[in-house]
């Protein structure tokens, strides 16, 4: 509606749905630039206490201590390698699964289907999940983090239902050029659902990015760790060493240096969220149903 035609109603309405915009924007922001601006602030203005929304002095000295060993960027290592396999093996058994669930033919599908969302909805708990990974020579190894949680049943279902809608015509014309199953889903029905697997690769990346209490079960050799784990340990232990000496035998404050691995650990998944930004408006629809 054009601003000369609203009425007061409409223009005080807009106005305060700018301000509770406006105040969520900032609760949600300022929190960030909070973590970054004490990361890049002197230690001695940091000691001094209060809140920080720009460094009154600069200093680098916190970034200086952190990457005075290889031990961050060896966690950096571990974390982009398991979400960069983790990913792919989930975007794989995801539509492997996905797919034969889509077409009405399959016999036993509704079986399938139940089977599915009765794991979404029930889980064999903590300890159990544990012995199976441990019974399947998993502790202790990367594969952990990534083979136990290697579909999610929510992503398989929206999936599915996004195969459902790509026209039957097109894979028939696909098998009657001489196509099997598997040629229609990797030359047909996967590249028409990029939007839909990068949306899901996000999701999936984002959370082998962000998830530590896996590897908090089944990883023990600290040098397997991820960056969040790293992270974790700096966070809840000041004795944590991550440079050449431990936090507590430096000069540079302990919140220093948690800010500044907080931003290490974050800056990563936050230059890759642009690439894929553009699916995601499209994506986020995907599977919805439509009247």
Known sequence: MPTHDKNWGNRIFDGVNYLLLT??????????????AVSFTAPHIVAQGGFI??????????YTYIFSTNTLMRALGVSIYVTVIGTLINLIFTSLLAYPLSRPQLKGRQIMLMAVLFTMLFSGGLIPTYYVVKAMG?????????IPTAISAFNLIVLKNFFQQIPDGLEDSAKIDGCNDVGVLFRIVLPLSMPAMATFGLFYAVDHWNKYFNAVMYINDNVKWPVQVLLREIVIN??????????????IQPLTIKMAVIVFATLPILLVYPFLQKHFAKG????????
């Open 238 to 251: 000041a004795n944590s060493r991550v440079g050449d000496t431990s936090i507590e035998e430096t000069e």
């Open 53 to 62: 929304l720009w460094p009154k002095e600069f200093s680098i000295s916190a």
């Open 138 to 146: 998993l502790i202790n190894t990367l594969w952990s983090l990534m």
């Open 23 to 36: 105040i969520i924007a900032l609760v949600t922001i300022i929190p960030f630039i909070y973590v970054l």
């Open 284 to 291: 986020v629809m995907l599977g919805s149903v439509k009247g």
